[in-house]
């Protein structure tokens, strides 16, 4: 039974940095890919990265150029390095997993984590 958990959110000034981390029971890295999303409050869920297979990346744009996701084969774990956080990056995030190929839409995720909160604030 895959699961996930998500850990590393908090209280951050805008500029600053946090990174968050998805540990992976039972993933396989060749088999599943895994997605990082978004929600605030009112707002819909937003899909802003995802990693695949031979290290493939995909970045929203509204986090180009400031997040970056890596994978530990090592430790089963997913990390989005986030800087240069500003305000309208507060947000519960949540990783997700998926088979076949790596997408920032939320379709056909099937195992997702419990969230992390990430706020962004002076």
């Known amino acids: 039974q895959l699961q996930l958990v998500e850990s590393g959110g908090g209280l951050v000034q805008p500029g600053g940095s946090l990174r968050l981390s998805c540990a992976a029971s039972?993933?396989?890295?060749?088999?599943?890919?895994i997605g990082w999303f978004r929600q605030a409050p009112g707002k819909e869920r937003e899909g802003i990265s995802c990693?695949?297979?031979?290290?493939?990346?995909i970045y929203a744009d509204s986090v180009k150029g400031r997040f970056t996701i890596s994978f530990d084969s090592a430790k089963n774990t997913v990390y989005l390095q986030m800087n240069s956080l500003k305000p309208e990056d507060t947000a519960a995030y949540y990783c997700?997993?998926?088979?076949?190929?790596?997408?920032?839409?939320?379709?056909?995720?099937?195992?997702w984590g419990q969230g992390t909160q990430v706020t962004v604030s002076s």
């Open positions: 997700a997993a998926r088979n076949y190929v790596c997408s920032t839409s939320a379709t056909l995720y099937h195992t």
């Open positions: 039972g993933f396989t890295f060749g088999t599943y890919y």
């Open positions: 990693i695949g297979t031979s290290g493939g990346q």
